[in-house]
Each structure stands twice: as structure tokens, then as C-alpha cells.
């Protein structure tokens, strides 16, 4: 295995001038390969969740432990000392090591054979998707300019809607023509099979070489980040307004296959090709949207790095509400589709303005306290809430009490909205310069 070794500053200079064009686009393309079986294996279990719960007798509190809190907790922990690692040493490494990690633990799931053999193994993969997101954050932000990261970052992020709507059409297929089984062992061999291919072929670039020389400091302590971030209320605003809306946006990812099953009574196929097409067309458009609007309005105004996600979560709750509540699978398809794009338009502007908050030595590492606040409350709370609410609704309203519990739930990126306002309102004065 090659040294996690840091790139010279000759071999940075010399990837800088040499590179191409074409190979800054397959540097993303194969971040957003890896990105996207992050997702298919963080959210797979989202459309094997109605055989999972048959076969090993599960309640739907259970279901939201094993596919929130087991994820989130080693996820969340595992994060912030390995984008330290990766604020220092070789971030393709990392990143390669991590695919390897959760890929093997998405394989072993399909070995389990009771709550806690599927929580431990759930726990496994989480540890693996730790080194995946904040090192590549860096990345990207190492191979393009500052006026294009948040269309470079939201182009990344695809991989969310990509690897989601795969874990779903696969998924439910493999699952239906299979087993539950045979879906998890196959996502995992295949990440597996990734992983030489990505190591071997991306370079590591040198770091803040697009940045001003003002820019490139010596290697922080993780209390000089601690104390950066703590003086910066734009980053907190944006850690918790995330996480709020992600709360959702992951709850509803897990739970609306279920839904669609029991309240519409849809197979474990017609429901993956139906919500899969959903979360695939909608995902896409609302992250590209979000990049978009991002770099355009950014350059005028800091603020709108906050203001574009702000709006577009007050559109969202009551978009997602009536297509909960409408009994036509048609009408809802399009009520759902909007709302989807709007959830996701945040991902582009915001990881963008998390990265200008700090010097290009603290990126990964902030970008991990970023993710640890995100995906502790939205991962961690988000899947077990909704599921211990229909639980709580199921003896008022039987196999429809998800529909009441993702109700109750929207609140949330009304609150998300407040906070990115409140971000937008402190931006340019926490601006890294």
C-alpha cells in the first residue's frame, strides 16, 4: 500500500500546470462513482427495510436505530479524527481504504440474522463512510477554483440522488427476484471491485494551490479549528440549519418506501421504479440548481450562499405535506418531485460556504464537524424519530401512521429555513480572507 504521504509542493506545482481539462472532469466523475455506492449502501436499506422488518421481526423504532443511530454513531465519531488524518496525508488513500471499509461491512450485512448482528454490521459501515465525504470535499476544492466549487461541489453531491436511486431500483429488485440478502452482498462486492480503480488512477493535488498565498497556513491543532469555527456564527447557523433539514431529508429517504407500500399498497419493484425516479429526477435537478444558483449569486452577495437554501426549505414543507396527504399515486409522483429538488438545493451553496469559513489546511476538518453535526441529528435522529412516531400513531391510525408521523415532522425545515437566514445575516463578515 503506498504511504498517506502529503504531495510535495514540486509535484503540486507539476500536477497544477500539466493537468487537463478532461482530467479535472474524470477526478469528479470518479468522486461522484465513489460517492454514489456511498449512497447505495448508506440507503439501501431504506427499500429492504418491509422485508428486513418480516423476516427478523423488527418494529419500526428498530428499523430507525439500526438504519439511523447504528450508522450515525461511529459515522459521526470516526469522522473528525479521520479528516484530521486527512487534512495531513494522502486523501485518495483515505477515501480508497474508507470505500473498502464500508463495502465489506455492506456485504456482511446480508449475513445477519437478528437486530443486533444488522446493528453491528450497520455500525461497520459507518465507520467506513466516515473517511468518504470530508476528504473529498477537500478534494474537489483542491482541483477547481474558487468562483466554480459550489457548481464543482454540487455536481459532487449528485451522487446522493444517484446512489439513492440506484440502492432503490436495485434493491428492490434484487430483492424481490432474490432476497434482502442477495441485495446487500451484491452492493458490497461491487464497491469493492471499485475500490484499486480509484486509487490507482486519481492524483493527489496540492493543497490551496488555487487559493492566495495569504491563505496557506501551518497545519492547525484541531483546537485551533475548534476555536476558528467557534468565532465564526455563519458556520454553526449552517451546521444546525443542515442537519435540521437533513433530519427530514434523510427520514424521508428510509420511510417514504415503506410508506408507499402500505398506504398505496405498491410492490417491492413498482415501488422502487416509482420512488427511485423521484429521489433520481428531482435530486439531480435540485443539487445542480443549487450549485448553480450558488456560484451566479454568491459572487455578488455572501449571503446568498444561505438565502438560496433558506427559500427553497420554506417551499418545500408545504409541497411535501400535500403530496403525503393526497390518495393519488399520479398526483403525488409531481407534489413529491418539486420538493425532492427543493430539499436537496442546499447541498451545493452550503458545503461551498463551510469550505471559504477556514484556511485550506482546516477544510476537511471543519468540513467532518460540519458533517458530525449534520449527520448525528439528521442520520441519528432523523430515521429513529419518524419511525418512534409511527409507532406512537399506529394505534389511531393503523398502516397509515407514517403518513401522520412525516406530518409532524415537517416542521423541521421551517427551522432549518430560520437558520440559514441567520447564516446569511453573519456570511461575509466570517469569510476566510
Known amino acids: 500500500m503506498a504511504e498517506l504521504h502529503a504531495p510535495s509542493a514540486a509535484a503540486g506545482a507539476q500536477t497544477n500546470s500539466d493537468e ?15 460517492y454514489t455506492f456511498n449512497f447505495i449502501d448508506r440507503q439501501i436499506i431504506s427499500v429492504l427495510a418491509v422485508p428486513i422488518k418480516a423476516e427478523l421481526g423488527l418494529s419500526d423504532g428498530q428499523l430507525g436505530l439500526v438504519s439511523g443511530v447504528a450508522f450515525a454513531l461511529f459515522y459521526t465519531a470516526m469522522g473528525i479524527p479521520i479528516a484530521r488524518l486527512a487534512d495531513r496525508r494522502n486523501r485518495v488513500w483515505i477515501i480508497g481504504i474508507s470505500l473498502a471499509v464500508w463495502s465489506g461491512f455492506t456485504a456482511l450485512c446480508g449475513y445477519a440474522h437478528s437486530f443486533w448482528q444488522l446493528f453491528l454490521y450497520r455500525l461497520g459501515v459507518g465507520v467506513g463512510e466516515a473517511g468518504g465525504v470530508a476528504p473529498s470535499y477537500s478534494l474537489v476544492t483542491d482541483y477547481f477554483p474558487p468562483h466554480q466549487r459550489a457548481k464543482a461541489l454540487g455536481i459532487y453531491s449528485f451522487g446522493i440522488p444517484i446512489g439513492s436511486a440506484l440502492g432503490i431500483f436495485f434493491g428492490g429488485y434484487i430483492a424481490q427476484e432474490f432476497s434482502w440478502r442477495a441485495a446487500f452482498i451484491a452492493c458490497g462486492v461491487a464497491g469493492l471491485v471499485l475500490m484499486p480503480l480509484f486509487v490507482l488512477t486519481l492524483k493527489e493535488p496540492a493543497r490551496g494551490r488555487f487559493d492566495p498565498p495569504t491563505a496557506k497556513v501551518a497545519q492547525p491543532s484541531f483546537g485551533e479549528v475548534l476555536r476558528t469555527l467557534a468565532a465564526k456564527p455563519a458556520f454553526w447557523y449552517l451546521a444546525f440549519g443542515a442537519a435540521c433539514s437533513s433530519i427530514m431529508g434523510y427520514g424521508l429517504f428510509f420511510w417514504l418506501p415503506s410508506f408507499f407500500v402500505r398506504s398505496h399498497g405498491l410492490t417491492l419493484v413498482e415501488m422502487a421504479q416509482y420512488f427511485g425516479t423521484i429521489v433520481l429526477i428531482g435530486g439531480m435537478a435540485g443539487i445542480f440548481l443549487g450549485g448553480y444558483l450558488g456560484d451566479r449569486l454568491g459572487k455578488g452577495s455572501k449571503a446568498a450562499y444561505a438565502l438560496v437554501p433558506a427559500t427553497a426549505f420554506i417551499l418545500a414543507a408545504p409541497l411535501f405535506a400535500i403530496g403525503i396527504s393526497v390518495p393519488s399515486l399520479t398526483l403525488a409522483f409531481f407534489l413529491f418531485l418539486v420538493p425532492n ?93
Open 341 to 433: 429538488a427543493l430539499a436537496l438545493v442546499w447541498l451545493g451553496p452550503v458545503v461551498s460556504a463551510v469550505q471559504h469559513l477556514v484556511a485550506p489546511s482546516m477544510r476537511a476538518t471543519a468540513s467532518a464537524v460540519f458533517l458530525f453535526i449534520n449527520n448525528l441529528i439528521g442520520i441519528g435522529f432523523g430515521n429513529w424519530f419518524l419511525g418512534w412516531m409511527s409507532d406512537a400513531y399506529k394505534t389511531a391510525y393503523g398502516a397509515d401512521s407514517l403518513r401522520y408521523s412525516f406530518l409532524t415532522g415537517l416542521g423541521f425545515y421551517v427551522l432549518a429555513a430560520i437558520l440559514m437566514y441567520l447564516a446569511s445575516r453573519r456570511l461575509e463578515r466570517d469569510w476566510h480572507r
Open 20 to 34: 487537463s481539462a478532461a482530467y479535472r472532469a474524470y477526478v469528479l466523475f470518479i468522486l461522484i462513482l465513489v
